[in-house]
């Protein structure tokens, strides 16, 4: 099974950009959907952004749409962060699942995706 390594998070102020990258350790051609989900302690693990891999479509949860960019490149999945507020400091994991998929995202993110990161941090302070 192939591992998803993320990287990029840390610490920004209130209006900054941060970039995450997610790189799979095995090249697959096989289409699958790939998501960000972050988790905040004592929270549920939201998704917050979702692709296809296969058409390039992109789906948002509402808090994110205009600020957050998922793309998907060469076995990396990246997630392009602008415009950052308090609310977006979590731990933000990438996670896929083979197709068949769906974009899944919110809560229901937490039992679609089959394979998962370790994580990120992403601190947004004042």
């Known amino acids: 099974q192939a591992q998803l390594v993320e990287s990029g998070g840390g610490s920004v102020q209130a209006g900054g950009s941060l970039r995450l990258s997610c790189r799979s350790s095995e090249y697959s051609a096989r289409p699958r959907c790939m998501a960000w989900v972050r988790h905040v302690p004592n929270q549920e693990r939201e998704g917050v952004a979702a692709?296809?891999?296969?058409?390039?479509y992109a789906s948002y949860v509402d808090s994110v749409k205009g600020r957050f960019t998922i793309s998907y490149a060469e076995n990396t999945l990246y997630l392009q962060m602008d415009s950052l507020r308090l609310e977006d400091s979590a731990m933000y994991f990438c996670?896929?699942?083979?197709?068949?998929?769906?974009?899944?995202?919110?809560?229901?993110?937490?039992?679609?995706?089959?394979?998962w990161g370790q994580g990120t941090q992403v601190t947004v302070s004042s």
């Open positions: 996670a896929e699942k083979i197709a068949p998929c769906s974009l899944t995202l919110g809560t229901a993110s937490q039992t679609a995706y089959t394979t």
């Open positions: 692709i296809s891999t296969a058409s390039g």
